[in-house]
């Protein structure tokens, strides 16, 4: 999978997309990753990519031009085929895991991050195929956004995590939370790990966690039960 990103801060995905999972995905070329400066695609001595809101408010918006550019640069002036303009705002869609999976199985998709009071609003018109929100927060940037998506998509790519069933039992796959989960010493100032994970028994074990993770959804988030 290809994931372009347009950022006035291509310098904060580094320290993210560097480490871990993500960085490993890289080296073995499950993801590929691309940051653009928007910088580089605005005019002036100066290269501005805001302006002042017309009809006044505010603080300032991204301009329609530099996005323009950047966008049929990297794309090619007939875009989109094969390939999804996402804009990160919080007025999108909320992000959750049907909608990462929705995503993890697109060959392309590029990423626009927003700034300042958000985007002149004929970038969406333009190019925007979707807008995706990460909760019912304001953020800074679209840059936090990104990375969160990006992660949550690369995990979820075949061959990026070592064992192909963490995904099966992980939280919202499925409906429902993950259950319980402990690990050595097995008994911790009293707290004993729970008899039937060291039982051995496997059918036990799978039953004991369907159970928990009913249970588990139950209490703490009872509206994934009713969907
Ligand atoms: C300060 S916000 C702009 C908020 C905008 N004035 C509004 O009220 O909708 C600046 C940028 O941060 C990003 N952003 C902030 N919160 C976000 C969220 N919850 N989900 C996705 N992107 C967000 C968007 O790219 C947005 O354009």
Same mark, same amino acid.
């Given at each position: 999978?290809?994931?372009?990103?347009?950022?006035?801060?291509?310098?904060?995905?580094?320290?993210?997309?560097?480490?871990?999972?993500?960085?490993?995905?890289?080296? !073995? /070329?499950?993801?590929? @990753?691309?940051? $653009?400066?928007?910088?580089?695609?605005?005019?002036?001595?100066?290269?501005? =990519? %805001?302006?002042?809101?017309?009809?006044?408010?505010?603080?300032?918006?991204?301009?329609?031009?530099?996005?323009?550019?950047?966008?049929?640069?990297?794309?090619?002036?007939?875009?989109?085929?094969?390939?999804?303009?996402?804009?990160?705002?919080?007025?999108?869609?909320?992000?959750?895991?049907?909608?990462?999976?929705?995503?993890?199985?697109? !060959? /392309?998709?590029?990423? @626009?991050?927003? $700034?300042?009071?958000?985007?002149?609003?004929?970038?969406?018109?333009?190019? =925007? %195929?979707?807008?995706?929100?990460?909760?019912?927060?304001?953020?800074?940037?679209?840059?936090?956004?990104?990375?969160?998506?990006?992660?949550?998509?690369?995990?979820?790519?075949?061959?990026?995590?070592?064992?192909?069933?963490?995904?099966?039992?992980?939280?919202?796959?499925?409906?429902?939370?993950?259950?319980?989960?402990?690990?050595?010493?097995?008994?911790?100032?009293?707290?004993?790990?729970?008899?039937?994970?060291?039982?051995?028994?496997?059918?036990?074990?799978?039953?004991?966690?369907?159970?928990?993770?009913?249970?588990?959804?139950?209490?703490?988030?009872?509206?994934?039960?009713?969907?």
């Amino acid at each position: 999978m290809r994931i372009d990103v347009i950022t006035i801060f291509p310098g904060m995905f580094e320290p993210v997309l560097g480490e871990s999972i993500i960085k490993r995905a890289r080296r !073995k /070329r499950k993801i590929d @990753i691309r940051l $653009h400066d928007l910088r580089k695609y605005a005019q002036g001595k100066h290269r501005k =990519v %805001d302006d002042k809101p017309f009809g006044g408010g505010p603080g300032m918006l991204m301009k329609v031009e530099p996005l323009f550019k950047a966008v049929s640069d990297i794309l090619g002036v007939r875009k989109k085929k094969g390939c999804k303009v996402l804009l990160l705002t919080p007025q999108g869609k909320r992000l959750d895991q049907k909608k990462v999976r929705q995503i993890a199985e697109l !060959k /392309r998709i590029l990423l @626009i991050c927003g $700034h300042y009071e958000g985007v002149d609003e004929r970038v969406r018109k333009l190019f =925007v %195929d979707e807008e995706i929100s990460i909760g019912d927060y304001v953020l800074t940037g679209g840059e936090l956004p990104s990375m969160v998506l990006i992660d949550a998509v690369v995990r979820l790519i075949p061959g990026v995590l070592g064992d192909e069933n963490s995904n099966v039992s992980e939280s919202f796959e499925g409906g429902l939370l993950e259950y319980p989960q402990y690990t050595r010493p097995s008994d911790f100032r009293g707290l004993e790990v729970p008899k039937v994970l060291v039982s051995g028994d496997h059918n036990k074990i799978d039953e004991w966690r369907r159970h928990q993770s009913f249970k588990v959804t139950k209490k703490k988030r009872p509206d994934l039960l009713k969907k």
